[in-house]
């Protein structure tokens, strides 16, 4: 079995996974929700102290599963290197106590194998990215071979979601919470502009589209129920219509057979709805994850290290470090090496 441990941001977590069957045995994740909203957002040294508390709490109630370790994964790019720190040293303890190898996960590359959870892979793949932290188009050869079709090029969609939540005065994260609002609002009430709409870049933006909304909420005489939910559902409509639009002008002249979304955001049921038509209309399958896997997860970081595993892709203890920002570098194809 493969012992995993992601502390990228503010979600505690560890799982086991068995390397012969990909069965998932064991998964717990402590979340820091609470915690971090009376901030409007996370605060890394306050998360980095959560870490130390929930961490061991989990690892205590994997005993039973040491004497079957074949090695230990853990998260250690991109995040908040305070965070990221926490779960390392546990990894690094582990593999020295129980004298088992290491290996160092791309939490991005992780989110792409949440969609394998227990599953066998299925590439090539077509695959957006979205989450608090990036905006991201892929396409996906193999485990290896990772191209990036378009970036953002400012704010991230989710980033984008607990900006105009955290305008509008709503709890963080606000993500779902706008979209719950969205439901009961006109999407067409206001008319907010789809960024780059003129520009011939292939790419995402959503600071523009953030300080409209942010406009919108200052003209407001009163700001009611109504308000906010209409507010929420013309900015939802937007947002994603701009998602979809860059999509399809990156595969106008492209067929897809398989499209994946990924990313704590990819759980907005509206974009999936939306990347749904779009798959219909290029006649490609849409493939998403569990509910319970699309944010910050140690079983997506298990299911990846399987592959790291079966190639022996380990680190030394020495070499692997908390790396705040993804370490991308560009071979000369232009593949991503994560």
Known sequence: MILSIESSC?????????IATKELVFH??????LEHSVYGGVVPELAARLHALALPKILEETKDYFGELKAVAVTNEPGLSVTLVEGISMAKALSISLNIPIIAINHLKGHIYSLFIEKQECFPMDILLVSGGHTQLLHVESFDKISLLANTMDDSFGESFDKVGKMLGLPYPAGSIIEQYAKKGDEKRFEFTIPLQRSKTLAFSYSGLKNQVRLCIAEQENLDEQTICDICASFQRVAVAHLIRQIKKAYKDISVKDFGVVGGASANLYLRSQLEEFCTSKKATLH????????????MIGRCALEAYGRGQFSSIEEIQPRGSSKIVLSKNYNLLF
């Not at 994850?289 to 997860?297: I, P, V």
């Open 288 to 299: 998403v994850a569990k509910m319970e896997f699309c944010s910050d997860n140690a079983a």
């Open 10 to 18: 503010d979600d505690s977590s560890i799982a086991v996974t068995k």
């Open 28 to 33: 717990k994740k402590i979340s820091q929700d």
